[in-house]
Structure formats: C-alpha cells, structure tokens
Nanobody, 120 residues
C-alpha cells in the first residue's frame, strides 16, 4: 500500500516562508512525477508546482516565490515557499504519479493535505 505523508504546514505572517515535505512510502517501483496542489475555501483544487524528468512546472501566481525539489533516493518532494501572501492560504495536497511494485501501469496517489495559513 503506497502512502504519501505530508508535513510542514502551519501559520505564517505575510512575507514569511514555509517548507512542505511529502514522502512516498510502500512498494514503489518507479515515480514518474510528483507535485503539489492546493485548494482554498470555495475554490477548485489547482496545481501549484510539479516535477518530473523535465523542467519543473509552476503556476503563474507562485513563480519566483516557490521552489519545488525532489530527492529520488528518499521518494520525497519538497516545496519551499517564500514571500508568502494571504492568497496562498489553502490546504496543500501532495500528488504522485507512480508505479507500484508488481504493477504494469502507473496510478495517481494523494496525500491527506496540510493547512497553510498566511495571516498577520
């Protein structure tokens, strides 16, 4: 059973920083891509940043402020968030597209979500 476990959310003042981590555990053969989505109250879930074998992706609103990175040896993805704004407040979800051990096809997995609140 593959699990994605997130950590690092919390309350921060505008202009502050947070670092989110997401570790994938279980029987994993290969990870194609990992990323972070967020969902604010009353809004749709949106892709914030993603990383695979190609260049990382960022949604326009976080470019220059957020950095996604990945430690393949630890099956872990990070999201460094700097210059945080109140509009970054949301539940952040880790996402992975991976192949489990013994499987033929990839499957999508989600973490449980971690709250990020930017407020003074």
């Amino acid at each position: 059973q593959v699990q994605l476990v997130e950590s690092g959310g919390g309350l921060v003042q505008p202009g502050g920083s947070l670092r989110l981590s997401c570790a994938a555990s279980g029987s994993i053969f290969s990870i194609y891509a990992m990323g972070w989505y967020r969902q604010a109250p009353g809004k749709r879930r949106e892709l914030v940043a993603g990383i695979s074998s190609t260049s990382p992706y960022y949604t326009d609103s976080v470019k220059g402020r957020f950095t996604i990175s990945r430690d393949n040896a630890k099956n872990t993805v990070y999201l460094q968030m700097n210059s945080l704004k109140p509009e970054d407040t949301a539940v952040y979800y880790c996402h992975a597209d991976l192949i489990e051990g013994g499987a033929q096809y990839s499957k999508e997995y989600w973490g449980q979500g971690t709250q990020v609140t930017v407020s003074s």
